[in-house]
Structure formats: C-alpha cells, structure tokens
T-cell receptor, first 112, second 116 residues
Framework: DQQVKQNSPSLSVQEGRISILNCDYT??????FLWYKKYPAEGPTFLISISSIKDKNEDGRFTVFLNKSAKHLSLHIVPSQPGDSAVYFCAALDQGAQKLVFGQGTRLTINP | GAVVSQHPSRVICKSGTSVKIECRSL??????MFWYRQFPKQSLMLMATSNEGSKATYEQGVEKDKFLINHASLTLSTLTVTSAHPEDSSFYIC????????????FGPGTRLLVL
C-alpha cells in the first residue's frame, strides 16, 4: 500500500528551463511534506518542506506547491541547473506513527 | 553540522553469515535513529525506529530476530543482519534526529549489502 507516490521514475529537462516533479498521497491525515535530494552513494538531503496550512513555500530556485483537495504536491525548480541532476524523494510525515513515508523517487536529469 | 556516517559503505558476504552496519552521528547527539531499506527504483521503507537505551520499534513485516538493532549510545546505532540470505541484498540507510524530531532527519550515505 503505497501511501506516497511519485509516478514519474525519471524526468529530463534542459538547463535553464523549469523542472516540475510531482507527488501524490492517499492519506488525508498527512499534514507535513518534505522533498529530499539524493546523489549517488550519498544519503538524502533535505531540500524544502511545506505544512498543510500553506499551499506554497519558496526557497530560492525551489518552490513546493500543495493541493490538499487533490492530495498532490509538486516541486518546481527554476531555472534548472546541471547540479540539480539527482533523485528527488517526496515524503509525508505520519504524525500518528511518528515516521516519514517516502515516495519511490524521480530521477531528474538536467541536460546542458 | 548534522553529519551522519555509515560503515561499511559496501559489503559482500556469504549466505548464512551475519553482517553489522554502523550508523554514527558525528557532530550531534541523536536520541532517535531510523533504519531504512531501499530496493532498486523503490522508496525508502522504514524498518525500525531506535531510541537510545531502549528496544527498537520495528515496522510491520520486519523480522526483529533477523534485523537486530542496538542503539547503545547517543551517537551510535547498529543494524545486524543475521544469517543473511540473497533476498536481504539491498541498500540500507540510517538517519538520525536531534531530540526525536521526526521531520528533521539527517541521513547517512547508505550501505550496499550483497549476499552471495
């Protein structure tokens, strides 16, 4: 039972353009969401988060949008840079179980 | 700050042997550490939550006698895969939190286990 889903295993974007990574969740009790970035042979590093009381959070080139009614969030990266090439994981905080629930990840490749 | 290390980074072992993976928080005290397992092209699946000085809490479906977790100090947690079999081959990642704040986890680089 995959409660957090990233349906695109990979995404290829040209440098300078916008990258949009999507994430869907099924549990309406989730109220805090995070995005992580992972390079090969390294652990995931925190990128940006959003609480369900907001529908947008911005940090530099990164913006996360949350649509609670659709149970959908997205990460926008603009402009995309070659260093953004990595695997991006979406995660939701399960407050009751005190754990993070992760999606499968999307491999983003930024082409020069 | 908030660096988490794992050792070894890669390990190959024979079926039936046991393997120990260490997770260390290098510059902070971690009251809670998490162990995850990741299969290729799949999400990080939480295996267990370990709190310093107490028994680990295992997720449903994770065999506690097979995956032994010890969180003996505020900077070290170990995962021992006992009597390893080829199906245990996977990528194991730990994370650590300060003060048990679940949404602020610092991840280690992971350990690739291959059981022959």
């Amino acid at each position: 039972d995959q409660q957090v889903k990233q349906n695109s295993p990979s995404l290829s974007v040209q440098e300078g353009r916008i990258s949009i990574l999507n994430c869907d969740y099924t549990n309406s009790m989730f109220d805090y969401f995070l995005w992580y970035k992972k390079y090969p042979a390294e652990g995931p590093t925190f990128l940006i988060s959003i609480s369900s009381i907001k529908d947008k959070n911005e940090d530099g080139r990164f913006t996360v949008f949350l649509n609670k009614s659709a149970k959908h969030l997205s990460l926008h990266i603009v402009p995309s840079q070659p260093g953004d090439s990595a695997v991006y994981f979406c995660a939701a905080l399960d407050q009751g179980a005190q754990k993070l629930v992760f999606g499968q990840g999307t491999r983003l490749t930024i082409n020069p | 700050g908030a660096v988490v290390s794992q050792h070894p980074s890669r390990v190959i072992c024979k079926s039936g042997t046991s393997v120990k993976i260490e997770c260390r928080s290098l510059d902070f005290q971690a009251t809670t550490m998490f162990w995850y397992r990741q299969f290729p092209k799949q999400s990080l699946m939480l295996m267990a939550t370990s709190n310093e000085g107490s028994k680990a809490t295992y997720e449903q479906g994770v065999e506690k006698d097979k995956f032994l977790i010890n969180h003996a100090s505020l900077t070290l947690s170990t995962l021992t895969v006992t009597s390893a079999h080829p199906e245990d081959s996977s990528f194991y990642i730990c994370s650590a939190t300060r003060g048990g704040v679940v949404e602020t986890q610092y991840f280690g680089p992971g350990t690739r286990l291959l059981v022959l």
